[in-house]
């Protein structure tokens, strides 16, 4: 599956440039920023303990379709830029919904993690607050996806 999205200065950009590892997609709208934020500290910490860090790409996408009008767009595209110099990374941003319409379907107003194979299948997805064996069942894919079995791995908040 492929999708256009745009980064954070509007440049289009498709999803299939990330393909050759397995794919992390993480698409959220901006009340839901921190609802997986345990999965997000486990996934660094696990990558890092593993020596994983490289081995899959972790793709940040904001919904920003309520905002794709001006001055709004402006606004919070500055804001998108501003989280990637806080976190040091890529922010892509869906301004029309791209990702919650087929054959995505992604629920637009929550934090969904969808976990892509290496020639773009969806392995596993899920949509809301993740709890520990949910992340577990996310980790059992990916470590599959690696070679590697990451289920149980320490679960430290990184600095």
């Known amino acids: ?25 993480f698409y959220e709208d901006r009340h839901s920023t921190t ?23 972790v793709v940040a996408v904001a919904n920003l379709e309520s905002f ?6 402006d606004i919070a595209l500055s804001h998108v830029r501003g989280e990637e110099k806080k976190w040091g990374v890529p922010i892509l941003v869906d301004l029309k919904g791209v990702l ?7 629920p637009k107003k929550t934090s969904s993690v969808m976990l892509l194979s290496a020639d773009g ?3 596993y997805s899920y949509s809301g607050r993740m709890d520990q064996e949910d992340m577990e069942v996310f980790f059992g894919h990916l470590g599959t996806l690696l070679g590697r079995d990451m289920t149980g791995a320490p679960r430290d908040a990184h600095p």
């Open 121 to 123: 299948r969806v392995v």
């Open 100 to 106: 919650g319409d087929a054959p995505w379907k992604l």
């Open 1 to 25: 599956m492929n999708a256009t999205l745009w980064d954070s200065h509007g440049k289009e950009v498709d999803l299939s440039r990330w393909r050759g590892k397995p794919v992390i997609l």
């Open 68 to 73: 794709n009008f001006f001055p709004a767009r």
């Open 35 to 57: 609802l997986n934020a345990s999965l997000k500290d486990a996934l660094f910490n696990r990558g890092r303990e593993m020596g994983l860090l490289q081995a899959a790409w």
